[in-house]
């Protein structure tokens, strides 16, 4: 009965202790704001309660991954911990470990928490608090982790300390150091920051290194480690000339990588496919090495390596790595859309599966299918990739796509030395971009003439719905859809559009599917088909191209005035010339009479 009336003195002198501080907060507070209740009036275990509760919301704020690891926590000053006395009422409180490294308990001394794992930590609080109270049971629990600093040095663009938290890894506080993207890493633009061999010094002089091109790829936090108090993150540099790896093949992110010593085939291609686990489908197919006098070969005895084999395949500086999925592929993927079946995406094998497989995988089509209006579109394009090959060395994020298309520039690159104006030269891009489908009505198409289509890579079946209308544009004064009517021409639906406008020219209808033109209004529409009225004037599509048509129309009303006015000035010699003749033959009959 003494210990435990000593434990409730003790835990009353605490209690009274916090009561008389957050009094005196309290009535600052209610001086400020004019508030009126005294804080005296409330109960002293109420009183401190709430000024737990309002710790404890404020340790939750702190973002984490998850619960801590005792077993891999660090403990270190700033920590604050909850200690809970049982007993009636029972009592919680907070306590910080100190600048030294020590936390002090209440009626039980001060225990060196500091360096150590918070598992170890808490069983030495625990054994500590059994002895001052052991008949009440007491327990501590980490509240709310510390900050400290750690120093980020080397090739970033703000090097310098930097405030951070024990749950923090060492991207956070390199992004902070690159948080100025004003500023180059290196003043030697050639190098760049080496993410993939990032070293941590600790206050201990313990080192440890990250890897953070292979975190950020395949999220393996063991590559991005967390941070200790005093860390010095140095970030060095390397020239991409000389410290690279070259990974190309079947392998979705093929690219340049940074060099990191121990390297093996199995480290690059998770860093190539993104994937934690060696993937057995990959086949290393070789590796080009270059020698010390320049000159380039294959490595023996690496060739079709895979599995487990490919962690025992050291690399080196500059080697290329080629990778196969097992076997030479010539499959690919062909899109069905429309009024199909079951549209989507399907496998093919390229230059093998047939239009005709094709539709029947869909499962033919449906009932509203617009055959006539149907198309297989293919890419018309001049280059052989989509995007160029990603350079991962530099930036932590994927490249900028081109401003244009590589068919586009394809396309511009072929007609810059064509004897064209700027007309046929617009003209013939566009057509090269627009025709794009495969030569085949399937509207009258046999089983036969269908089976004899092959697909590649990337084609796309289009089958629009017959909606029951035709679409007129143009030079008219209501352009959009009218509805079909069977037998009728198309001077009846320039009628239902409001007829020809001011400006209009010719009118052309274009047939559904095959894009064919016919001129007049004498030809009869079919459902899916489309009226294009012409202008009498160019209309230029933007401000450049209407530029370049006022230029032109100039050019060519000046050529016309010019050619005009020599046309008089010759006429005029002529009829001088012919009155000189006749004024001489006048003279001369003059003379002889």
Request: glycine share 8%; net charge negative.
């Amino acid at each position: 009965m003494t210990e435990i009336g000593s434990v409730s003195k003790g835990v009353l002198c605490i209690a009274v202790a916090l009561l008389l501080a957050g009094a005196a907060a309290n009535d600052a507070i209610g001086q400020i704001s004019g508030a009126s209740t005294r804080s005296s009036d409330q109960n002293p275990i109420d009183l401190l309660r709430q000024r737990m509760a309002q710790s404890a919301s404020s340790a939750s704020s702190v973002p984490q991954e998850g619960a801590v690891d005792p077993a891999t926590y660090s403990v270190g000053p700033g920590d604050v911990f909850q200690i809970s006395i049982g007993g009636v009422p029972s009592i919680s409180i907070p306590v910080t470990v100190s600048a030294d490294g020590h936390l002090a308990l209440p009626d039980a001394g001060a225990v060196q928490v500091a360096g150590l794992t918070l598992a170890n930590a808490r069983d030495d609080i625990h054994a500590r608090l059994k002895l001052a109270y052991r008949n009440v049971p007491a327990s501590a629990t980490l509240l709310q982790p510390r900050q400290f600093y750690v120093h980020v040095v080397g090739a970033v663009s703000s090097p310098g300390r930097y405030l951070v938290m024990p749950v923090g890894r060492v991207l956070d506080a390199m992004s902070l150091a690159f948080a100025d993207t004003t500023r180059p890493a290196t003043t030697n633009l050639r190098f760049q920051p080496s993410f993939r061999n990032v070293s941590i010094t600790g206050i201990d002089g313990s080192t440890r290194t990250a890897d953070l091109m292979r975190y950020l790829i395949t999220g393996e936090t063991l590559y991005n480690p967390y941070l200790r108090d005093g860390d010095v993150i140095r970030v060095g540099g390397y020239d991409p000339s000389d410290r690279s790896v070259f990974v190309n093949g079947d392998v979705p992110f093929a690219g340049t990588y940074e060099y990191r010593n121990g390297d093996t085939v199995a480290d690059l291609l998770a860093l190539a496919t993104g994937s934690v686990d060696v993937d057995d489908r990959y086949q290393l197919v070789r590796i080009t090495r270059r020698s010390p006098d320049g000159t380039t070969s294959a490595v023996p005895s690496v060739a079709n390596a895979s599995g487990d084999d490919l962690g025992m395949i050291d690399i080196r500086p500059l080697d290329q790595l080629y990778f196969a999925l097992g076997r030479e592929r010539n499959g690919g993927v062909a899109l069905a859309e429309g009024a199909v079946r079951y549209p989507g995406a399907y496998p093919i094998t390229t230059g093998e599966t047939s239009l005709s497989d094709l539709i029947d995988a869909v499962g033919g089509f449906r009932q509203n299918a617009l055959l006539r209006g149907a198309y297989v579109e293919r890419r018309a394009a001049f280059s052989m990739s989509e995007f160029p090959v990603r350079f991962v060395g530099l930036p932590l994020g994927p490249n900028m796509p081109p401003l244009f298309l590589p068919d586009t520039s394809a396309v511009l690159q072929r007609i810059r030395l064509a004897p064209l104006d700027w007309r046929g030269a617009n003209y013939v891009t566009r057509e090269l971009q627009s025709q794009r489908r495969v030569a085949i009505n399937l509207a009258e198409a046999s089983q036969e003439d269908m089976a004899r289509v092959r697909l590649f890579e990337g084609d796309r079946l289009v089958v629009p719905k017959d909606d029951g209308t035709v679409f007129v544009f143009g030079q008219v004064n209501r352009a959009g859809f009218i509805a079909f009517e069977p037998g009728r021409p198309v001077s009846h639906y320039l009628a239902a559009a409001g007829g020809r406008a001011d400006l209009a020219a010719d009118a052309f209808l274009i047939e559904a599917g095959t894009g064919a033109y016919r001129r007049g209004e004498d030809s009869l529409v079919e459902p899916g088909d489309m009226i294009f009225v012409d202008s009498r004037e160019y209309l230029a599509d933007s401000a450049e191209l209407s530029r370049l048509a006022v230029e032109d129309k100039r050019i060519e009303m000046e050529n016309k005035r010019i050619e005009a006015d020599q046309k008089f000035r010759t006429t005029q010699i002529i009829l001088q010339t012919i009155g000189s003749v006749a004024s001489i033959i006048a003279l001369i009959i003059a003379a002889r009479k």
